[in-house]
């Protein structure tokens, strides 16, 4: 069959924030852009993101700064983020923020003209710049026109807008090309489909960015589109990348739970930031039992003080609905458990007795669409039901916090497909803004790569034919494995067996069923034609869901310790021992998933003195605490 | 709660095509796009549907449901009989690829017509200071999840493929309207929106305004104030004579004079 060829420098797979921001910056490099992806351009799943982007850039609390932003960030992932990535993020989010206002964004103003910002759990001061509750249909919509404005430079200049940065929109890539066989050979391109054709397509391009997403479509329960696949963990396992922090998977704690059909559909944090309170079949305000050890002194233990804080930031402690998104998680998961659960299976956030109706519709209006519309529920007059769902993967591609390059020459990646940023887990608020940061500096990286070798990679044409091949099995299968049904076991199977809570025998079961299903997927078939075949994507796709879901498995059951978006029944401690290491995945040569421990690398010395002795002793072992001593001593 | 519905979905590609008829299984609280999905998972794996957030957000599902512009995602089951036959077919406006699923890249050309955001070269990032009240206007517009339903029903091109060329479709006139009243933006879009987009084509007929799964007021808050824009340029003598003697610098000139 005949495969469609490009030549570029720099192809980005995903265009969410991550991706086009990335090929903004390639682009605005000289670098030859392409953009792939498999949904149409401005659909990714970033227009979901609804609170807002955290960068401390002070508007509203003048004593907020990058130094409280990474404290914060570090304290909200237990300490076990790469403390690189989460500096260069605090430091450089208000930059990007501003950026997309001077290409046409229009965040929602302070009283002085500036750029508003809003709480959120986990953050100090106010911190989110936002439009509404639809921040990330404002953020790609952005970014996608800048897409268009450089497309329209480059018509004038070049005389083709496509010139230098090109979106090859519903085209799937399988696989990425390298030009040996070796873990380290470098990239040579990426080999995929277009969805709308069936045809063949090949990309020759020294550098890939990938910014593919998550992987929320392995669950069940999930706020994530059908695009969330994990296939930019699993190109990279499989080009010989490594990935890192897989057991860590964020439950938002509120999505809807009712009607069914839409069970898993996000309900912004925002609420409980403007001031949204969580309640059980009591009427209880139950989080004020929820506040763990670590953040006992930053908590209001009474409703009076938690009140009163919305208006007195100073003087008082935070409402404890605006804890972390685990701790939240774990304890609306507690009170259904304990059977203090609404009608549906889950708990109650009320708005409605909190904030006037206007107020309500004026700031959550896609919330309140979205209750009315599909619930039949007027947030402005009752309170919504709701509960955990798969949300975010804090785990991904090992990278360099600087460029974004993973171990694979020529790879790079950025947003929630890297890993390290959010440690254990990710605070809300901060994945537009590390979209913008490492996406930029991805694109930045992937251009100064290019620039800096000495010739193109070549892909061998063998591996080209293998990857015709795999693509187009499912299709000859006529009388396979029905691709639907093996997705909807698979989904179940994690749901169960590799949730929130987590237990050793579970994740064992689950890890069996797996490796029953990848040989069910092994043989799926797609009955149909290469034209727009859902049946046949889906069967293409099932690989990737079923490698990454391994890797969560196999990590989840190897940590022994609770932390952030991994909680084990049979391991409910936190442990400083655990803190300091690190999961690695990667693939050996016949496709077996390994695991080595890594150590986590120690934090630099004028970061570290960011904290007080007291909260890190909450975190790190003796020996690191005594080091810390030794430091604080000699300055 | 569960029961039996009857749909009808239109099947095709490469310009042929046919309704074809299939009985399957609604449970309580779905909506269309959940009965496509199942239909894909037990009936006809193949069924081509464009769909992706599922939350009303994306704008990917657009579809005719018994001959109404609607997102898959938003129109929930409880809103038809039991006995109702469900017709959904492909938006008419564009041409069908397979199925459901049509090709919408008159849009994306579209889009690429349009001057993009032009601010003045004085105000750096960080710079920019705007009021609530300013912003709101160009928000509304900006609420757009490019369902493209307006420029689906909007009657210009529905019928016409003759007009498509010289008309940008409501979406794209209220793109203009997003950016010319954008506290920021120094480009003069008044005589381009009439000349070179089509802006007169509209008569107001508020079609896309209905459509509009987000509630914008296209026709109200963009389209007619466009046009009084575009008409003060034309019509008012002082503006012209304006025009005349203090000719606008172009890209210098401060975002104050771009209230109206």
Known sequence: MEIERHEYDVVVIGAGGAGLRAAIEARQQGKRTAIVCKSLFGKAHTVMAEGGAAAAMGNVNSADNWMVHFRDTMRGGKFLNNWRMAELHAKEAPDRVWELEAWGALFDRTKDGKISQRNFGGHEYPRLAHVGDRTGLELIRTLQQRVVALQQEDEKLHGDPEAYLKVFAECTITQLLKAGPDEDSPISGAFGYWRETGRLICFDAPAVVLATGGIGKSYVVTSNSWEYTGDGHALALLAGAKLINMEFIQFHPTGMVWPPSVRGILVTESVRGDGGVLRNSEGKRFMFDYIPEVFKDKYATTEEEADRWYNDQANNRRPPELLPRDEVARAINSEVKAGRDSPHGGVFLDVSSRLPAAEIVKRLPSMHHQFKELADVDITAEPMEVGPTCHYIMGGVEVDADSGASSVPGLFAAGEVSGGMHGSNRLGGNSLSDLLVFGRRAGAGAAQYVDGLPGRPVSPEETLKGAEVEAMAPLSRTGGENPYEVHHELQRTMNELVGIIRKAEEVQEALEVVEKLKERAANAGAPGGRIYNPGWHLAIDLRNMLLVSECVARAALIRQESRGGHTRDDFPVMSAEWRRKLLRCGLTPDGAVTIEERDQPSMRDDLIALFDRAELSKYITADELADFDTLVKES | ?260
């Open chain 2, 1 to 260: 709660m569960g029961y039996k519905a009857k749909f009808r979905i239109w099947r095709g590609e490469g310009g042929e095509g046919k309704l074809e008829d299939f009985v399957v299984e609604v449970n309580e609280g779905e909506v269309v796009l959940d009965v496509i999905h199942r239909l894909q998972a037990t009936q006809t794996p193949d069924l081509a549907v464009r769909w992706n957030c599922k939350a009303g957000k994306c704008g990917s599902c657009s579809v005719e449901i018994n001959g109404r512009p609607r997102l898959g995602c938003m129109t929930r089951m409880s809103t038809f009989e039991e006995d109702e036959t469900i017709t959904v077919t492909p938006m008419r406006t564009f041409p069908v690829i397979k199925d459901l699923v049509t090709d919408v890249s008159f849009n994306y050309k579209k889009a690429r017509e349009i001057p993009s955001f032009t601010p003045p070269d004085n105000v750096k990032p960080g710079e920019y200071r705007m009021q609530q009240i300013d912003v709101e206007r160009s928000q509304e517009f900006r609420k757009c999840i490019e369902c493209f339903m307006c420029n689906n029903v909007c009657h210009v091109i529905r019928d016409h493929e003759e007009n498509k060329p010289a008309f940008a479709g409501p979406r794209f006139l209220m793109r203009i309207a997003e950016l010319d009243m954008h506290p920021y933006d120094v480009a003069d879009r008044k005589d381009s929106a009439q000349e070179e987009h089509g802006l007169g084509y509209c008569n107001i007929t508020k079609c896309c305004t209905e459509v509009c799964p987000e509630h914008i007021k296209i026709t109200d808050n963009a389209l007619i104030p466009m046009k009084e824009r575009v008409v003060d340029r034309k019509y008012d003598p002082l503006v012209w004579l304006g025009n005349k003697i203090f000719k606008r610098t172009g890209s210098s000139s401060s975002s104050g004079s771009k209230t109206s």
